[in-house]
Nanobody, 124 residues
Framework: VQLQASGGGLVQAGGSLRLACAAS????????MGWFRQAPGKERESVAA????????YYAESVKGRFTISRDNAKNTMYLQLNSLKPDDTAVYYC??????????????????WGQGTQVTVSS
């Protein structure tokens, strides 16, 4: 599967953005999907994930209550709604796909396929 992330941009603190991850190829619904982010000088970290089986969602503590992950299998697209953005949310956001979340759905190690990333910048 090939992934294309979009929707990043520059926003003021407290603002909102909606990221999208478009997948090409068949069987999008057979992948668990996740969003990760990487700030300058930091490790790539998990943000949110959504299960392929029942659509269950999972979030990093730092974004709970502010971000919402969703997917539309008919459109082969995953979304991340980012609300109440903070300067600490500034990062490149990557989408990823996993066929088997053997290391946990929020673990980078579980993901086989990655998109190119989209920049989110939050000004104070």
């Amino acid at each position: 599967v090939q992934l294309q992330a979009s929707g990043g941009g520059l926003v003021q603190a407290g603002g909102s953005l909606r990221l999208a991850c478009a997948a090409s190829g068949r069987s999008f619904s057979s992948y668990s999907m996740g969003w990760f982010r990487q700030a300058p000088g930091k490790e790539r970290e998990s943000v949110a994930a959504i299960s392929r089986t029942d659509g269950s969602t999972y979030y990093a503590e730092s974004v709970k209550g502010r971000f919402t992950i969703s997917r539309d299998n008919a459109k082969n697209t995953m979304y991340l709604q980012l609300n109440s953005l903070k300067p600490d949310d500034t990062a490149v956001y990557y989408c990823a796909a996993s066929q088997s979340v053997r290391f946990g759905i929020l673990s980078r190690a579980s993901y086989n396929y990655w998109g190119q990333g989209t920049q989110v910048t939050v000004s104070s």
